[in-house]
């Protein structure tokens, strides 16, 4: 099993929904561009958002055990998904990576 990395690539906000919809939060996302996480095998890391793991969780399980070329060749790099949580009103999008190195 191998270890895999998970980047914050990008964070998006839909404040029209956000008002018409949503009770108001006072901090929701603690994601920040750039910040990556290694994730152990499939073990979640600590620190990144629990429900974007839900999201991601089966690709990184995946990558781990070496599968690759989801959706036969969604992605340049066939050990890799580019996968957002499920936050209707802001979405983060993570760069999900296989790495060569073994897990613990």
Same mark, same amino acid.
């Not at 839900?54 to 340049?76: D, I």
């Given at each position: 099993? =191998?270890?895999? *990395? #998970?980047?914050? !690539? *990008?964070?998006s906000?839909?404040?029209?929904?956000?008002?018409?919809?949503?009770?108001?939060?006072?901090?929701a996302?603690?994601? =920040?561009?750039?910040?990556? +996480?290694?994730? @152990?095998? %499939?073990? =979640?890391?600590?620190?990144?958002?629990?429900?974007? %793991? /839900?999201? !991601? &969780?089966?690709?990184?399980?995946?990558?781990?055990?070496?599968?690759? @070329? +989801?959706?036969?060749? %969604?992605?340049? @790099?066939?050990?890799?998904? !580019? #996968? &957002?949580? @499920?936050?209707?009103? *802001?979405?983060? &999008?993570?760069?999900?990576?296989?790495?060569? /190195?073994?897990?613990?």
């Amino acid at each position: 099993m =191998k270890k895999v *990395r #998970i980047t914050v !690539m *990008r964070r998006s906000t839909y404040p029209d929904l956000m008002a018409q919809y949503e009770n108001p939060l006072e901090n929701a996302c603690e994601m =920040k561009i750039g910040q990556v +996480f290694i994730a @152990n095998g %499939w073990e =979640k890391p600590e620190g990144l958002c629990r429900t974007a %793991w /839900e999201c !991601m &969780s089966p690709y990184v399980m995946t990558l781990a055990h070496g599968g690759e @070329n +989801f959706y036969e060749g %969604w992605m340049k @790099n066939p050990r890799s998904a !580019m #996968i &957002s949580c @499920n936050d209707g009103f *802001r979405p983060v &999008s993570y760069l999900v990576e296989a790495l060569d /190195e073994d897990a613990d």
